[in-house]
């Protein structure tokens, strides 16, 4: 039986030789018995020719070939004195390939210093890099401003926080990369290479090497793109060379603790991916961008291991994963006031919460349901600030759970953290306790083994109520928990300290290490575990922040030393002064770094740009032309996929495509522009106007039966209730004093969303298709349908001559919700008599300034028009 194995890279260990027409590129794996060879040329002044042999040469054939090319590029036949083959540098690896004005060059790794150990795969930490340009001086071509991008470009501090692997893949995390581990052969050969090793490693060792008719296949993942900071410098040569060569890189943090349970060594090993997508600042990154990619994404990954045991096919592996992420909003902070807190400003309108849809999307996508949401940021004050970003988060998610079925709907949970922290009566940590419990149960955790014998004879109350999914080989987290405040720092790093030690206590229960799935915080392990999301925090903090953390685990703990009180002010300062002065020089190195600036001839330098705004948003001055996601606002397929029940997903899809199919061919019969479609935002359209549209095309001979679809086609399904979107603090509700008085009393600082836990209870929640809106759409047209179908085209081409196509429909706007309020021009007494409808002169002069605004073509202010802006000006700011 073939076994799979993870591909370890034949390239560990490179060496640059230079001639003056090429640079020779040697790698070779670590033991240093294959090698591989690139060659660069330097004639080209600013293209780059790089060729790959693909061939794999022994250390004698490397030998004898750097030999040749040594005697083949002297001056002189026989000279020994100068060398034709000179070696530049040595190095560990190859970051990319990068231009700016002038031609290319290479970023290699010079120094590595390993950080962690995962299965035997080590994690290196990158300590020092060099940059070489390729060129010859011969040819070069200088431009004056080449020095000052290398400089921009070199800001990016590539010793700082940066890591890799040879044989691991750091953007996924371990349950994806055990996953495909042990995926079935059938679909191993299609999804995975299946090359052979081709380099000494660990596996070797583990009795994988080929015996009788078994194999070892190669499993070689594409990486998440998303976690990948080097991935536009490698996307020139990707095509063009061998993967091996190929080395990806990660930003964030990777530490490692050994632990002592009983005489028994396990390691915990914490991992944060930051998101390449909308990185930045923190001041200048803020919100979502239009791609729903948030600003300050991190993905933090806790995995804990046996150590007895190394390897992943027999070893005991655990892992958690959660996120933190910048409100999914369009939302900003302007610095130029010089305010230590600068308002929070709404930049656009997102009525159909369109860029968090995207943004949740992502998410279903990568994690499933259910998707968590801990809001910490403030709820009351006294003056609106960071409340503003609540009550717009609330809206989205409540919009948005309307079309999600009940058991796959967003939970919320709000909790103002910063207003129980001054309470005395209050334990903050206590309480974030009670909410990682609920969170972890509704997750579950990754482990690769299944439970052991004796948890199932003798099981706890707490590991019965667990969720995820559980399968042969152990379990897997479904869903995840989101946390955020407003910078996503410090009291973000707190609540996840406190979601990572619930976990981090149901993995070791599930190892057989603990006997009961709890930790007090007295004890070694939780104080290592501390130590670890303190440095974890600090880093993720200077990263985005300009400094350290400011609030700690022992601040929130209320057990800080004294001195902690002058060091937080210290960081405060320090934070200020980096958000103030160096960031915007921080935020060009970032751009510049990952391609999202490229710089050009003739075009505007990145230090003249006065916002980066439209780098970040790259379809701000373009229409959206997507007209066919209605109130899928998830990507179709996903909740098939998603390992939670969802009974009625074959006949909603099925329902989706015949009305999309039906839709299509609507348009294309009555031939309506694309005007008519650009004042309204029909990405946001729910299944009413889908369902009304082809009730419409659909209507019955019988005329009790045509009115009885059109008040159903008109009448939505009720949204679920917003205690199952919101769940609002019963805490919060109240006077302060109150909260003072019975904050200790309570067991649970947040309502939960009973969502998850209601699954059996709304199995037949979504009725069949006939019950709900009285018609099949399966059922094919009958001639009397086709006739008046007929005759709607014909009237919809008649409207269109006399430039009233927009009275076909008429939609209005209501909770949020679409509701069609006139679909046809026919008469409701006599389908078969049309009386053209009458609109007003003014109302069609309103109409075509709305098509024209959507082109960016304005019109002109009237004299009332600016008095009216005076009048909203004055009444809103003096």
């Not at 490698?234 to 530490?255: A, E, N, P």
């Not at 079309?403 to 309480?431: G, Q």
């Not at 299509?664 to 522009?673: N, P, Q």
Request: with cysteine; glycine share 6%; net charge neutral.
């Amino acid at each position: 039986m073939p076994v799979a194995a993870p591909i370890i890279s034949s390239v560990q260990k490179l060496v640059l030789y230079e001639t003056r027409a090429r640079y020779f590129l040697v790698g070779s794996n670590h033991a240093e018995t294959k090698y591989r060879v690139l060659k660069i040329d330097r004639t080209e002044p600013k293209d780059l020719v790089v060729i790959d042999d693909r061939h794999v040469y022994t250390q004698q054939e490397i030998r004898e070939l750097l030999g040749r090319l040594d005697l083949g590029n002297r001056t002189k036949i026989g000279q020994k004195g100068s060398s034709g083959l000179s070696r530049a540098v040595s190095a560990f690896g190859i970051v990319g390939f990068v231009r700016f004005l002038e031609g290319y060059y290479i970023v290699l790794i010079t120094k590595r210093r390993k950080m962690a150990d995962i299965g035997g795969h080590a994690v290196y930490k990158i300590e020092d890099t060099t940059m070489i340009y390729i060129p010859n001086d011969s040819v070069r071509v200088t431009h004056p401003d080449e020095a000052r991008y290398l400089r921009i470009f070199q800001n990016v501090d590539l010793s700082s926080n940066f890591y890799f692997s040879y044989s691991y893949d750091l953007s996924h995390s371990l349950q994806y990369n055990l996953t495909v581990l042990r995926m079935p052969l059938d679909i191993l050969k299609t999804e995975t290479t299946r090359t052979r090793q081709e380099s000494f490693d660990i596996f070797e060792d583990e009795g994988l090497a080929t015996q009788g008719g078994s194999g070892v296949f190669g499993v070689c993942s594409e990486p998440y793109r998303k976690y990948v900071w080097n991935g536009k410098l490698l996307g020139i040569v990707k095509t063009t060379v061998h993967r091996d060569w190929l080395l990806y890189i990660i930003h964030g943090f990777c530490g490692q603790s050994k632990l002592l349970i009983y005489g028994r060594p396990a390691y915990v090993t914490l991992i944060a991916r930051r998101s390449s997508k909308y990185a930045g600042t923190r001041f200048l990154k803020r919100g979502a961008n239009c791609e729903g990619d948030v600003a300050n994404e991190v993905e933090t990954e806790q995995i804990l291991y046996d150590a007895s045991v190394m390897s992943f096919s027999a070893g005991s592996y655990s892992s958690y994963v959660q996120v933190r992420g910048s409100v999914p909003l369009y939302w900003s902070q302007d610095i130029s006031t010089m305010m230590p807190k600068p308002p929070i400003t709404l930049d656009q309108a997102d009525p159909y919460a369109h860029v968090a849809a995207l943004h949740f999307d992502q998410m279903l996508q990568r994690f499933g349901s259910p998707i968590i949401i801990l809001n910490l940021v403030k709820e009351r004050e006294k003056r609106k600030h960071e409340r503003i970003l609540s009550e717009e988060l609330v809206a989205a998610v409540t919009y948005l759970n309307q079309f999600l079925p009940p058991e796959h709907a967003i939970v919320y949970i709000p909790w103002d953290m910063a207003k129980y922290t001054k309470s005395k009566l209050c334990n903050v940590l206590d309480r974030l306790n009670v909410i990682a419990d609920n969170v972890v149960k509704k997750t579950g955790f990754f482990v690769n083994r299944p439970d052991s014998y004796c948890n199932v004879l003798r099981p706890d109350e707490k590991w019965n109520e667990l969720g995820g999914i559980v399968v042969p080989t152990g379990r897997l987290q479904t869903g995840i928990l989101r946390t955020n405040c407003v910078d996503c720092l410090d009291r973000t790093n707190t609540a996840q300290f406190m979601v990572g030690k619930c976990a981090l206590a149901y993995q070791l229960y599930s190892l057989g290490l603990i006997d009961k799935p709890n930790l007090l915080f007295d004890t070694d392990a939780v104080r290592l575990f501390e130590e670890l999301y303190e440095d974890h925090g600090d880093t993720l903090s200077l990263q985005y922040g300009g400094s350290q953390l400011v609030h700690r685990v022992k601040t929130y703990r209320k057990i800080a030393p004294w001195t902690q009180h002058s060091k937080d002010i210290m960081q405060t300062l320090s934070r200020y002064y980096s958000n103030a002065f160096s960031d915007a020089d921080r935020q060009d190195s970032i751009n510049l770094f990952l391609g999202v600036f490229q710089p050009e001839e003739g075009k505007p330098h990145l230090c003249e740009l006065s916002t980066d705004f439209y780098l970040h948003q790259k379809d701000t001055m373009t229409l959206t032309q997507t007209r066919r996601s209605y109130t899928f606002w998830w990507t179709p397929g996903v909740l098939e996929c998603l390992p939670m029940p969802y009974d009625e997903v074959t006949s909603v899809e099925n329902r989706r495509k015949l009305i999309v199919k039906k839709f299509h061919k609507f348009d294309e019969e009555i031939d309506i522009h694309n005007e008519f479609f650009q004042p309204y935002e029909l990405s946001s359209f729910d299944d009413t106007f889908c369902l009304a549209m082809t009730n419409s095309i659909r209507n019955k001979s019988n005329r009790e039966e045509t009115v009885l679809q059109r008040k159903t086609a008109a009448s939505a399904p009720p949204p679920p209730s917003e205690e199952a979107v919101s769940s609002s603090s019963e805490d919060d509700s109240g006077t302060d004093k109150e909260d003072e008085g019975a904050a200790s009393q309570r067991s649970t600082p947040v309502k939960m969303s009973d969502t998850g836990d209601n699954t059996k209870t709304t199995e037949n929640v979504i009725q069949p298709l006939k019950d709900v809106y009285g018609i099949n759409l399966s059922e094919s047209s009958s001639e009397d349908d086709l006739i008046i179908y007929t005759r709607f085209v014909q009237l919809g081409h008649s409207q269109h001559k006399h430039g009233n196509s927009h009275q076909l429909l008429c939609c209005k706007h209501l909770d949020g919700v679409i509701n069609l309020t006139h679909i046809s021009a026919f008469s409701q007494d006599n389908i078969y008599e049309v009386q053209p409808p009458k609109v007003e002169r003014k109302s069609v002069e309103i109409f075509h300034a709305h098509i024209q605004a959507g082109k960016g073509i304005m019109q002109p202010l009237g004299k009332e028009d600016i008095l009216l802006y005076r009048e909203y000006i004055r009444n809103r700011y003096m």
